[in-house]
């Protein structure tokens, strides 16, 4: 089975500076997606920014980008310009997209523990 | 963009009683629909898959006559919490695979915070 491990339970970071979140995973296919959402405390679920895993170019979304390494299973995060409304606890996903014998993981969103980011003014 | 509806967002009810949750995908078709658990200032736990027109899948641990789903349709899945009791207490949330984008990221709900008391 696919695990996601966030080391950072809480960061912190200054308005405008920039801060990266980690995030390692554990698989053995070789087709997935990952995603990076955000739940501020509405705890509306946003998606932030994808990564096919076939693609070696890193994603990245206005200030927002990602440092994909394949090899070392690592996803991290990270935000530019941090602002006050980027606050809010951020998750690392794994998405199958490798059909298994019955098809138990397929398709399936697995993710990190979370990190709750706090953005001081 | 794409949306789905939750409803309702908070909902308090007796133990031994039943809740419905539901969740309607507005503008797109879903094809598969998933149902978390998240208590607080921790991670989604998936419950259960569902496919249109077919049986839920369900996660290892999850009583599947406790947590009926029910996806009759391309833009409606329901979730049952049957004979809740206040360990049922929890925040829900389901999320939904677009039919025509396969690809992308999922579209969440809002979330539905059920209190039992």
């Known amino acids: 089975a696919q695990t996601v491990t966030q080391s950072q339970p809480e960061m912190s970071v200054q308005e405008a500076e920039t801060v990266t979140l980690s995030c390692t995973y554990d698989?053995?296919?070789?087709?997935?997606?990952l995603f990076w959402y955000k739940q501020p405390p509405s705890r509306q679920m946003i998606l932030v920014i994808r990564?096919?895993?076939?693609?070696?170019q890193n994603a990245t979304e206005n200030r927002f980008s990602v440092n994909f390494q394949k090899a070392a299973k690592s996803f991290s995060l990270k935000i530019s310009d941090s602002q006050l409304g980027d606050a809010a606890m951020y998750f690392c996903a794994y998405r199958s997209e490798t059909p298994n014998a019955g098809g138990t993981s397929y398709g399936k969103l697995t993710f990190g523990q979370g990190t709750i980011l706090t953005v001081h003014p | 963009g794409a949306v789905v509806s939750q409803h309702p967002s908070r909902v308090i009810c007796k133990s031994g009683t039943s809740v419905k949750i539901e969740c309607r995908s507005l503008d797109f078709q879903a094809t598969t629909m998933f149902w978390y658990r998240q208590f607080p200032k921790q991670s989604l736990m998936l419950m259960a898959t569902?496919?249109?027109?077919?049986?839920?899948?369900?996660e290892q641990g999850v009583e599947k006559d406790k947590f009926l789903i029910n996806h009759a349709s391309l833009t409606l899945s329901t979730l049952t919490v049957t004979s809740a009791h206040p360990e049922d207490s929890s925040f829900y949330i389901c999320?939904?695979?677009?039919?025509?984008?396969?690809?992308?990221?999922?579209?969440f709900g809002s979330g539905t915070r059920l209190t039992v008391v």
């Open positions: 999320s939904a695979r677009d039919r025509g984008n396969l690809n992308y990221g999922y579209t």
């Open positions: 698989t053995s296919e070789s087709d997935y997606y």
């Open positions: 990564q096919e895993a076939y693609k070696q």
């Open positions: 569902s496919n249109e027109g077919s049986k839920a899948t369900y």
